[in-house]
């Protein structure tokens, strides 16, 4: 379980003010399909929030301990029956860059589109 500073903290309190839950923890408590799920949503995420279902404050405090140190996560916010856990993602190795796309043709500078309507037949005026 790593530890944040508080500032690192309350920007991460910011970002997660909008998520919402992307795992609920049920009767069953933590258990290994819990902290899968929670994986998968790390590793996409980096920032989650876990919501729990039905348990007293220090059985949710437990909880928020035990998922941190079995998802190697940090406690960000526990408010009420919602966790919040951050992780880190890894830092990938350097890949090469992507060869730059061609680019299409363009008109030159100061040309005016064309923007007239055209009729497919000339138009002909009765007398």
């Given at each position: 379980?790593?530890?944040?500073?508080?500032?690192?903290?309350?920007?991460?309190?910011?970002?997660?003010?909008?998520?919402r839950p992307v795992?609920?923890?049920?009767?069953?408590?933590?258990?290994?399909a819990v902290v899968?799920?929670?994986?998968?949503?790390?590793?996409?995420?980096?920032?989650?929030?876990?919501?729990?279902?039905?348990?007293?404050?220090?059985?949710?405090?437990?909880?928020?301990?035990?998922?941190?140190?079995?998802?190697?996560?940090?406690?960000?916010?526990?408010?009420?029956?919602?966790?919040?856990?951050?992780?880190?993602?890894?830092?990938?190795?350097?890949?090469?860059?992507?060869?730059?796309?061609?680019?299409?043709?363009?008109?030159?500078?100061?040309?005016?589109?064309?923007?007239?309507?055209?009729?497919?037949?000339?138009?002909?005026?009765?007398?």
């Amino acid at each position: 379980m790593s530890t944040l500073s508080p500032a690192r903290r309350r920007a991460l309190r910011a970002r997660a003010h909008h998520l919402r839950p992307v795992v609920i923890v049920g009767g069953n408590r933590v258990t290994d399909a819990v902290v899968a799920e929670v994986e998968v949503h790390l590793k996409a995420h980096e920032l989650i929030k876990v919501k729990v279902a039905g348990e007293e404050r220090d059985a949710r405090e437990a909880m928020l301990a035990e998922l941190c140190r079995r998802t190697g996560s940090a406690p960000v916010q526990h408010i009420g029956k919602t966790l919040v856990l951050y992780r880190e993602h890894p830092v990938p190795a350097e890949e090469p860059a992507p060869a730059p796309k061609p680019r299409a043709a363009r008109a030159p500078r100061g040309a005016k589109p064309d923007t007239r309507r055209r009729r497919a037949t000339p138009s002909r005026r009765r007398r």
